[in-house]
Nanobody, 120 residues
C-alpha cells in the first residue's frame, strides 16, 4: 500500500516561514513527478510547485521568489520551504507524486493534506 505522509504545517504570522515534508513508502514504480498543491475553502485545488524528473522546478506565479521546492530521491521525499508567508497562502497543502512503470501506465498519489494558516 502506497502511503504519503506529510508534516510541517501549522500556524505562522505573516512574514514567517514553514517547511513542509512529504515521505512516500510502498511505491512499486519509479517516481517521476513530485510536487505540492493547495486548496483554500471554496476554491479549487491548485498547483504550488512541482519537479518533473531532474528538470528545474515549476512554480505558480504567486509563490515565485518565496517558496522553494526540493526533493531527496534516495529517501522518496519532497520538501517545500515557504518564506515571507502571506494570509493568501492559507490553505490545506497536499503532497503529490506521479509514478511511471516505464510502459504506458502512470500512477498518481496524494498525501493526506496539512493545514497551513497564516494569521496575526
Amino acid at each position: 500500500q502506497v502511503q504519503l505522509v506529510e508534516s510541517g504545517g501549522g500556524l505562522v504570522q505573516p512574514g514567517g516561514s514553514l517547511k513542509l515534508s512529504c515521505a512516500a513508502t510502498g511505491l512499486d514504480y519509479p517516481i517521476n513527478a513530485m510536487g505540492w498543491y493547495r486548496q483554500a475553502p471554496g476554491k479549487e485545488r491548485e498547483l504550488v510547485a512541482i519537479i518533473y524528473g531532474n528538470r528545474a522546478p515549476n512554480y505558480a506565479d504567486p509563490v515565485i521568489g518565496r517558496f522553494t521546492i526540493s526533493r531527496n530521491n534516495a529517501k522518496d521525499t519532497v520538501y517545500l520551504q515557504m518564506n515571507s508567508l502571506k494570509s493568501e497562502d492559507t490553505a490545506v497543502y497536499y503532497c503529490y507524486i506521479g509514478a511511471d512503470d516505464g510502459l504506458e501506465s502512470e500512477y498518481e498519489y496524494w498525501g493526506q493534506g496539512t493545514q497551513v494558516t497564516v494569521s496575526s
